[in-house]
Every structure is written in structure tokens, then in C-alpha cells.
């Protein structure tokens, strides 16, 4: 059974293509910074958003018309296990991400949970047989069913706690199975709403105590996989403690915990912390802690993660020369954790929606390829910096100052003499880069 009938193979037509279902910039054999796109940008789906998603929102019941709707249980998740391959085909992408509850239905105990996660990571494991697309990571969902209500590794409930040990075990050993090449925990409940009746130091000791668990049973069963934390600071909760990148490696290495692990950063959740995506990536990549991302974009009107596809062609720039600054994302990758507007919602909008936020990256991985080879913005910060490559800059930097010898220094100057910082001469140098790849 076909469940995308009306699509087929999507491929690299060019700027000018008129064809709906095509490229016009995502070219998977295309070289940037010695990569194929396809090795640098290392695309994922993502299957909550993109085959379990129903397009509710809290006014209004799911919109989405999808050739599976029909079914329920297993046979329901069994569909979307066929209808995602199917869609990984066609769209050419050479990965995929998962929660555990996404591709499989819980059942009344844990024991009935894990065995219908069983039955379809075995069906998931014969069609990666003879597919290209692989495993960029999976994780637990502990956050959606109401045990979770005061949160999973955080709960003050050691039952919950023990619930939530169980989970990421077999997250694991599912992860291993299927040969993810990352395992992401994002903490949706942990935190807390009121410091009214919450013992903070117990509940970040667990939480390290979780992790800690995690990193000695993956090395137990060989799991070989790089371990992810996705920062974000609010929702479900008012206050989680990974509220944003250097919030999370200060927890990390308090607890001992930052050689286990890296960052995967998703553009809305910086914008609830009230930082631009390309900061995230930044704070991450200088301390070596990038580890891949989630490809969506928030709207600045609204408060909360609307998880939009990305399209914003600057910010797709941007995070794309933190990337190819990093020497790319290693094991990690731009996992679209995006989904299709509630009104969007036949299935071939879901083509419509991968291929925009895919040549969006692709345009921004051409635009800042172009920006580091020309070093435009690499010289003028260089230059900004200049006064700390010799004299007493140099003598700051060395260690070689102390606040008598600084003293006695700036006793001698005169008036001081500060350069423009040239913030918008530096964003219209972009706009024309953008503009010329674009041509």
C-alpha cells in the first residue's frame, strides 16, 4: 500500500524548477566546506510531529487527514511505521527521531508497554534492512502521561523515579537495537512551578543520579551512542532546570556529567529563553558541547513552541556558521522537529514542509560557507579585538597583569578612543551574500 501516492521521489531540480514536490536548493551531492549537503546537513524527521501528530491545539480537536486514521493500537502504529519509510524514500532523508510512545502505544502496565514497543522496533529494525534512512537518536517520553505530573527523574515520587529509570533503560537497549547514533533527554517536567513545596537540591541530585545511570548502563550493553540534553526553559513547566545551554553545563559539570554528554539545541527553545538561535549554538560550539540540533522556528507574536518549519533564511545562515565553525554536528544532525500548520493539513503538506525547511538550510549552509571563506566577518572581529594581541592586551591574555600593574597602566592613558561596532553594516554584508546565493 502506497499512503503518498500522489508524490514521488523528490528531487534536486534547481532555483528555477516549477515542479511543487522538488529541491531548488537542497542538492545532496553539492560540496560545501569539503561535505555533500548531504553528509553536512545530516537531515532527520521527525516522527511525533510528522505521523503521530493530529493538529490539536487547546481550542479545537485534530485536523490532520492522514490514510491511517482509520486504525488504532498497534495496527494504527504498525501503518505509521510503513507510511514513515514510504516517506523517508521519497523525501531522500537519511534519518529519522523518535519517543518511545510515538511509535508505539502504551499498554495498562509497563510490562504490556515494553512489549508493544518490542513488536514495532521489530518491524522498524527489518525495513532499516533496506533503507538508506538510519536512527540520528531516540528517547523516553516522560512527560505526556499524568505519572509525570511533577516530573519523571525530579518527581518527589521514588516510585515515579524508579517508573522513569525503567524507561530510559529500555530506551537504551532500544537505541543499541536499532543503531541510533545519539539519545537525547529533554526534561519537559523537570523543573518546578512553585519553590512553595519543592526540595531544589534533591531534585537536581536525582536528576545527576539518572543521568549517572544512564551513562553506566549504556557503557554495560555497549551502547556506543553520544548522549544529548535539549535545553528549554519553560513549558511544561514555569521553571525546568536545562532553562538554556549555559544553565545545563553548569548542572553538567557540577555533577561530573560533562564528558558524557553534548547539546541538542532547537531554535524555539532559544527563543522562550529569550536568546537568538544562533547564541545557543554559539555558547555550545566555544565550549566544544554542540551536539546537533532540532530545525524548527518560533513566531515572535506568540508566547509559547509553535514548532513552525523553518524558513527564515538569515537564521538559517546564522546557525550554519556556527555548524560549519564546528567542523559540522559529528554524530549529531538538523532534526526537523517542526510540525505543519493546523490548517495544513492533506498529506502531502508534509512534502511541502521537509522540502521548504531543507532548501532553507541549504541556502544558509551556502551563505555562510561563503562568508567564512571571504573571512568578512572573521577580519572585522579580529580587528575589533586587535588591542589584546600586544602590549598590555596581550599581557591580560597571557595572565602576566594584575590589577597594580593594570592600575599603573591606566593612570598613564589619555582620553580613550573606542571603534563602531558596525552592527548594521555587518548585517547588510549578509543580506548581500544572501541576496548573491539566491540569484
Known sequence: MSYFSNVQQIQYEGPNSQKDFSFRYYNPKE?????????????????????????????????MLRPYNHLSGLDLAKARVEASFEFYEK?????????????????????????????????????????????????????????????????????????????????????????????????????YETLLNTDMKLELDNLARLFHMAVDYAKEIGFDAQFLIEPKPKEPTKHQYDYDVATALSFLQAYDLADSFKFNIEANHATLAGHTFEHEL???????????????????????DTD????????????????????????????FDAKVRRGSFEAEDLFHAHIAGMDSFAIGAKVAQKLIDDKVLDEFVEDRYSSFKDGIGLEIVEGKADLKSLEQYALGLGEIANQSGRQERLRAIVNAYLLDVLR
Open 31 to 63: 560540496q560545501v566546506n569539503g561535505q555533500t549537503m548531504e553528509e553536512l546537513l545530516r537531515f532527520a524527521v521527525s516522527y511525533w510531529h510528522t505521523f503521530t501528530a493530529e493538529g490539536t491545539d487547546p481550542f479545537g480537536q485534530g485536523t
Open 91 to 191: 523525501l531522500q532523508v537519511p534519518f529519522f527521531c523518535f519517543h518511545d510512545v510515538d511509535i508505539a502505544p502504551e499498554g495498562t502496565s509497563l510490562a504490556e508497554t515494553n512489549k508493544n514497543l518490542d513488536a514495532i522496533v521489530a518491524m522498524i529494525k527489518d525495513y532499516m534492512k533496506t533503507s538508506k534512512t538510519k536512527l540520528l537518536w531516540n528517547t523516553a517520553n516522560m512527560f505526556s502521561h499524568p505519572r509525570w505530573v511533577h516530573g519523571a527523574g525530579t518527581s518527589p515520587n521514588a516510585d515515579v523515579f524508579a517508573y522513569a529509570a525503567a524507561k530510559v533503560k529500555k530506551g537504551l537497549e532500544v537505541g543499541k537495537e536499532l543503531g541510533a547514533q545519539n539519545y537525547v533527554f529533554w526534561g519537559g517536567r523537570e523543573g
Open 282 to 304: 554559539r555558547v555550545a560550539r566555544i565550549h566544544g558541547m554542540l551536539g546537533s540540533v532540532d530545525a524548527n522556528q518560533g513566531d515572535p507574536l506568540l508566547g509559547w
Open 308 to 335: 513552525e518549519f523553518p524558513t527564515d533564511l538569515y537564521s538559517t545562515t546564522l546557525a550554519m556558521y556556527e555548524i560549519i565553525k564546528n567542523g559540522g554536528l559529528g554524530r549529531g544532525g538538523l532534526n
